[in-house]
């Protein structure tokens, strides 16, 4: 009973002996061993750990492997799924620095995030290491110093100076740049080179005469060459699914390029915004390449084009968010004509409402392949401006025995880079020689484009039934090829029902039909049946050889869809 209540009087008592000699023994901390640790300020985190710490956030890390299997970023290789597949966040963090290097491994995450829809994720990762890539920037300072506090904040504030006007003559810097390569775009006519469009090909073919920036003098397009250079394009059809799956949709055609001589380090795709309305933030360009798709938000847009810097090749396309504000764009009003019929003298005349950027040559292509020469195309002042999806109605000062169908409708500028369909149509029962067209907003006041338009007469006499006989028919063409008859003939159906091309189109490039451009151009087309239209343009381009060639090759790789056209219409 003693022996427990000294016991518990004297436990204080030397808890407190025992906790002295501690502090006794206790080193002091070394300023010098520790220096890199005690620094005033926020604590800055290693590439490496910011990383960590951002895919530990995730809770689908599988898909975020995926993205990383695949090629996001021109210069940024696929990660094999094998080295990823087992590991763990630090061993994929670690692999992500050993090969794309810090600051890539943070430039690809942010890609992968975004792609992801994990934008509030991302843009803590931005803020994040800009912070510490600027704390960096400042000279470490030990915690204890003999400075005054007056020196300190002074030396603080002087290094927070230097770094801010660093980063301004970095940006101003880059800014300098696009400026003067848009100056040189606007206000150097010297540079305005022409590109010859080779209808074989389907393409345009672009010379570079010397290093600088040259802009077409056809379709609107710039390219920054690093010296003499010739470029090859032409337009491939937008796969509108995979866009609509990321929130966007076509603002301009997609573009093929391939560079045959030299090299080009910059591209200047032609927009159709009023950059004044307010900017045009909602734009980006889609890089489409083989195997993969990424939206390139780092160009410069200045009133007329999309300006961005480029090292590869593959197709280039400016694109727009689906929820982008609905503002007036620059448009064009274009008119194809169906000249009068003998004897009955009624014509069409087809309007068209597309975007300002539009490829004309290609809509006036399409239009000839669809109605040979029967339609021609009439040359008018075409530019207006008009709002997406807004009604519209066109009139006319004719009688009423002319009619215009529909009444009204929307101009849906996103759905016309490929299928060139009439928004109005004009019919008219008798010959017209001249028409004022008025196009004005549906219940509006004010019209939008307004034109006198002269129509022009059939190229052969119209001849009335009254004023005399009709003319002789002209003779008999001269008998065609076999095939050239039979791809004339069953060119709808074909382009339904032809199935697998590639035997076609070795058969076709071995006999010099299609060369390797044309080939890939068609390789690059996803829809089977924009492939074989394609297929089929190519070869009506190039006449009855070719297309003999074709009836060949179909009758060889595909011999009982031929049996059956021709059973068809025996």
């Keep these: 009973m003693c022996h427990r209540a000294v016991t518990h009087h004297l436990c204080p008592r030397v808890k407190r002996e025992e906790e002295k000699k501690k502090r006794k023994n206790k080193k002091p901390i070394s300023i010098q061993s520790n220096k890199d640790a005690l620094v005033m300020g926020p604590t800055t985190l290693t590439v490496t750990d910011l990383l960590q ?42 692999k992500m620095v050993q090969i794309f290097g810090p600051e890539g491994a943070v430039k690809i995450t942010l890609k992968i995030l975004r792609e992801m829809n994990l934008h509030n994720i991302a843009d803590e990762l931005k803020r994040e290491h800009s912070r510490d890539h600027a704390l960096s920037c400042l000279p470490s300072r030990p915690l204890f110093s003999e400075r005054s506090k007056e020196e300190e904040i002074e030396d603080l504030s002087q290094s927070l100076t230097d770094t801010k006007e660093q980063l301004l003559r970095n940006v101003l810097g880059k800014v300098d740049q696009v400026m003067r390569l848009t100056d040189l775009l606007q206000t150097s006519p010297d540079n305005l080179v022409t590109e010859t469009y080779e209808e074989s090909r389907g393409a345009y073919r672009f010379k570079c005469p010397s290093a600088g920036l040259f802009p ?169 401006q008009l709002i997406p999806k807004q009604e519209y109605t066109l009139s006319t000062d004719l009688t009423d025995e002319h009619q215009i169908r529909p009444k009204d409708a929307a101009f849906e500028n996103y759905e016309n880079y490929e299928n060139y369909i009439p928004t109005f149509q004009l019919f008219l029962q008798t010959v017209v020689e001249q028409v004022d067209l008025l196009l004005k907003e549906n219940n509006g006041v004010e019209s939008v484009w307004d034109r006198l338009v002269w129509l022009p007469v059939s190229p052969t006499e119209i001849i009335s039934t009254a004023s005399g006989p009709l003319p002789v028919a002209p003779p008999a063409n001269p008998p065609t090829l076999s095939g050239e008859d039979f791809i004339i003939k069953h060119r709808v159906k074909l382009e339904e029902r032809m199935g697998e091309l590639q035997p076609i189109l070795l058969k076709l490039q071995d006999c010099k039909v299609l060369n390797d451009v044309e080939r890939e151009k068609i390789d690059n087309i996803s829809s089977r049946i924009k492939r074989n239209k394609a297929l089929l343009d190519m070869i009506m381009r190039k006449g009855p050889r070719a297309q003999e060639q074709l009836y060949r090759a179909l009758k060889k790789e595909d011999p009982y869809l031929v049996e059956y056209l021709q059973e068809e219409t025996s």
């Design 216 to 384: 077409s003098g056809v379709t609107g397009l710039g390219f920054g060459m690093e010296g003499e250079g010739e470029v090859l394009y032409w337009t491939v059809p937008w796969d509108r699914r995979l866009l609509a799956q990321r929130g966007k949709r076509p603002a301009g055609p997609l573009f093929k390029f391939t560079c045959l001589k030299g090299s080009i380090c910059q591209l200047q795709l032609p927009h159709c915004e009023l950059h004044s309305t307010g900017g045009c933030d909602f734009l980006s360009v889609a890089h489409v390449m083989d195997d993969s798709l990424e939206f390139i938000s780092d160009v410069q847009i200045t009133d007329t084009h999309v300006i961005l810097n480029i090292n590869g090749f593959s197709a280039y396309g400016i694109v727009r968010e689906d929820d982008s504000p609905t503002v007036p764009i620059r448009a064009l009003v274009l008119l194809f004509y169906k000249l009068p019929v003998v004897p009955k003298k009624r014509s069409i005349l087809n309007v068209l409402l597309l975007p300002r950027n539009v490829m004309i040559r290609e809509v006036q292509e399409e239009w000839k392949r669809r109605n040979g020469d029967q339609e021609i195309y009439i040359e008018t002042n075409a530019h207006c």
């Design 53 to 94: 710490v951002t895919l530990m956030k995730l809770s689908k890390k599988r898909r975020f492997t995926f993205f990383l299997n695949g090629s996001l970023l021109p210069g940024f290789p696929p990660i094999p799924d094998s080295q990823l597949r087992y590991a763990n966040i630090g061993v994929k963090v670690d």
